[in-house]
């Protein structure tokens, strides 16, 4: 659901805080829900501008993968659907699908402005219970939505669903958070035209998740949320894929410093 944009700065060392519940890990009682992003609201494009550069980088590096220059394409937790857009622009066809209906009116709007509403089909629903009709050639879950609002459980019932949702010969790209890379930040803090934002991060090594405390400041009073997100080391998200029958690496290369892109294939009968 999220794209990149300016600096977020990260201080401080670990912490083990308890993630879940009130108290120790400032929970407001809505950590498995959308509400860190009907938090932002129309505020959510200043937060995290979209990064054309860094965009097309990504989209290379996926089409790179595929080896193929154009296909049918899933974007899950497309959020904005900055990766939509630009597999459209390059001939993809692709359904967009999140569960956040701001974000996904902006994706409409920006679609029919640049001429690419028959290429992008917009669907509302939540990636966890999503069933793909048909079999596309690159399934992509990006922007460290992975395991948001969920747990192990449900991230491996995920990866076991599309299955279903991916070609033999397709590829399911998925962006996965390093916690180790993020081991020493517990706290984010971000101004960006028409207000701030403050995280705190609460790591559970049990569950391999991270909790976050998020303060949203504006020209009215704070307002707060918090969210869940699975988090796990790469040879746990390894072993994870391959439980759901794939073949997991990841990439040699991907443009962000606190996560990994892991390309998966199916494994042979």
């Known amino acids: 659901m999220t794209a990149p944009g300016g600096p977020v ?17 400032g929970c407001t009682g809505d950590c498995s829900g959308t509400g860190f ?15 054309a550069a860094r965009t097309r980088q990504e989209v290379d590096l996926l089409a790179a993968a595929c080896a193929r220059p154009v296909g049918t394409a899933v974007d899950l937790m497309c959020g904005q659907g900055r990766h939509s857009l630009e597999l459209a ?21 920006r679609a029919r ?12 629903a939540d990636a966890f219970e999503f069933r793909h009709t048909g079999r596309a050639d690159l399934v992509a879950l990006l922007g460290n939505s992975f395991g948001f609002a ?11 669903a599309l299955t279903a949702a991916t070609a033999a010969d397709g590829l399911l790209a998925v962006e996965v958070f390093d916690p180790v890379r993020r ?17 705190r991060r609460h790591w559970d090594p049990v569950g391999s998740t991270e909790h ?8 009215g009073p704070t307002r707060s949320t918090c969210y869940r997100q699975y988090t796990p080391p790469a040879e746990e998200f390894v072993a994870l894929a391959g439980g759901a029958g794939w073949r997991a690496r ?8 606190d996560s990994t892109l892991f390309l998966l294939r199916r494994e042979a009968p």
């Open 150 to 160: 969920a747990d192990r459980a449900a991230c491996a019932g995920l990866l076991n």
């Open 89 to 109: 622009r390059r001939g993809w066809r692709v359904t967009a699908v999140d569960r956040v209906a701001g974000l996904l009116g902006l994706l409409g709007e």
């Open 250 to 257: 990841p990439a040699a290369a991907w443009p962000s410093n």
């Open 113 to 124: 402005a640049q001429g690419l509403g028959d290429l992008v089909d917009i669907v509302r």
């Open 212 to 219: 976050m405390r998020v303060d949203l400041a504006g020209t």
């Open 183 to 199: 081991a020493d930040r517990h706290l984010w803090s971000k101004r960006f035209p028409g207000g701030s934002l403050t995280k």
């Open 9 to 25: 700065t990260g201080t401080g060392g670990p912490d083990t805080g308890t993630p879940g519940a009130p108290g120790g890990s």
């Open 37 to 51: 992003f009907d938090l932002l609201g129309e505020t959510y494009d200043s937060y995290r501008p979209p990064d």
